[in-house]
């Protein structure tokens, strides 16, 4: 079952008094960090040959390449919103602020920072839409897609006009001396 769908039934259930919020906030949150640090653990650990081959069984090569590249850009704000507005480069995240050796201190103070804002959000609004946790889900997942795509050609964009810019300033001619 897919996080933002459990959070968001979570918090249906705690709406209609079935689970007690503070339970539920609890071990969501808990578990949620658990797994973004198993995955950071593995990146420091087992380095560029694991996530090299979790990256080919799951088909997601350029998935790492562009996460490692937002997390060395980024660093802490990249993690933080990976946590809850990005959460599809989460995983990659995760493993490579491993890779790149980012701090575990730091790491882990964002991740449970943007890990409360997603689990938070999320929880709430099944509280809120309990009645329509199914179609808030679909809604949810396809603009956060989007938002990845969003970000994904901003980047891309912002790379090419740098590039270019740099490709047409004219080089210095410097005064031979003699």
């Given amino acids: 079952m897919p996080g933002t769908l459990f959070l968001l039934a979570m918090g249906s259930f705690v709406r209609e008094g079935d689970v007690e919020l503070r339970d539920v906030l609890l071990l969501s949150l808990t578990a949620v960090v658990l797994g973004d640090q198993l995955g950071y653990l593995i990146g420091r650990i087992a380095g560029r040959r694991a996530v090299n081959a979790f990256s080919r069984r799951f088909e997601g090569g350029n998935a790492i390449r562009r996460a490692e590249a937002f997390t060395t850009r980024w660093g802490a704000p990249g993690i933080f919103f990976s946590r809850w507005l990005v959460t599809a480069l989460g995983p990659w995240v995760n493993l490579s ?74 080089v210095e001619e410097r005064p031979v001396e003699a």
């Fill in 97 to 170: 602020s491993g890779v790149t050796e980012y701090t575990w201190p730091r790491f882990l103070f964002w991740d449970i920072l943007g890990e409360m804002v997603w689990v938070g959000l999320y929880v709430g609004l099944g509280m809120l839409f309990s009645d329509r946790v199914q179609e808030l889900a679909d809604l949810l997942g396809s603009v956060g897609w989007l938002l990845l795509a969003l970000i994904v050609v901003g980047f891309t964009g912002w790379e090419l006009v740098r590039h270019l810019h740099h490709e047409e300033a004219p």
